[in-house]
């Protein structure tokens, strides 16, 4: 496994890679679900990349950048166990050097949800992807689909910037009791941990629902509102009912694949879960095919 730190090491390191490469961009701390990612990639492709890299830019001012868990020979050791070719390391210095000017601005797919809560950060996830996709030039780019809105909006950005690749979406790993695995499910104390897996209940609470027949997506909500409202150290943020493909909000019942998403908080951290509905769509092949999907 070579480690590439800078731009000429990235890019003499790729040009000695031929075949189909897979790239996973990361911001470490890796768990499960990173390894997931990189076990689809080496599953289908001749080489895969790894980027670890907190980015600065998706960020906000009142975000947790400067405590952003980091465990760089950790992570390193993670994927030395893995069928990884190059590993990118970058530092904040080389990739936005004084006087970086250029950012990439996904719009509607960008407003809502994750959108309304953190602004700017989806122009910071689509400007760092995009300069990965271009460094790494990855036949296949793999992304979690706990990261929901992030997929679309990479999508989105891939499609109208013309990258020749193709974004397979990868399932949510998940704890024993639920939880999806998160970087920062470290921040939970003993009691929040416990309390969170009322997250994965609820959803599960509206699938089971839709799978008996309620297609309102305000009833589909308010059964998740209701459930999350039992656990007094969860508070929820939003609960959102909207086009698999397109991430629009649905008032009105439909029989389109959904995605029902959910952000909480309990204690520091806000908490993302969500699933497509139907349930069976929760696979890479499904969740590949349909969200954030652009024709
Ligand atoms: O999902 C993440 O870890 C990040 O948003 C990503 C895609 C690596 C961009 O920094």
């Not at 289908?44 to 980091?70: G, K, M, W």
């Not at 024993?176 to 416990?194: H, I, P």
């Not at 029902?260 to 951290?269: F, H, I, N, T």
């Amino acid at each position: 496994m070579q480690i590439a730190e800078t731009l000429h090491e990235l890019r003499s390191a790729r040009q000695q890679l031929t075949g189909r490469v897979g790239l996973v961009p990361t911001m470490g701390y890796l768990h499960e679900g990173h390894l997931s990612l990189v076990r689809a990639a080496s599953e289908e492709c001749d080489h895969v990349i790894v980027t670890i890299f907190v980015n600065p830019t998706q960020f906000s001012a009142h975000d947790d950048l400067a405590s952003y868990p980091r465990d760089l020979p950790r992570d390193l050791a993670l994927l030395q166990a893995e069928d990884v070719a190059l590993v990118f390391t970058p530092t904040p210095a080389l990739i936005y050097p004084p006087g970086y000017q250029t950012y990439i601005s996904v719009e509607q797919v960008s407003q809502e949800k994750e959108g309304g809560a953190r602004p700017g950060h989806f122009r910071g996830v689509a400007t760092i992807v995009a300069k990965l996709f271009n460094l790494a030039q990855p036949q296949r780019a793999y992304f979690g689909q706990k990261d929901a809105q992030q997929v679309a909006v990479i999508r989105r950005m891939a499609h109208d910037l013309h990258f020749p690749l193709e974004i397979v979406v990868c399932p949510i790993i998940r704890e024993a009791d639920g939880l999806a695995m998160s970087s920062r499910n470290v921040y939970l104390t003993a009691d929040e941990r416990r309390a969170a897996a009322i997250i994965p209940q609820a959803w599960q609470r509206a699938a089971q629902a839709y799978d008996d027949g309620e297609r309102h997506p305000n009833a589909l909500r308010a059964l998740v509102r209701d459930h999350i409202a039992q656990e007094p150290l969860a508070r929820l943020d939003y609960v959102s009912l909207a086009s698999a493909r397109t991430l629009a909000e649905q008032d009105s019942p439909t029989d389109e694949p959904l995605l029902l998403s959910l952000a909480v908080q309990v204690g520091r951290p806000r908490l993302l879960d969500n699933c497509l509905l139907p349930l069976a769509l929760n696979t890479r092949e499904g969740a590949s095919a349909t969200l954030g999907r652009v024709e």
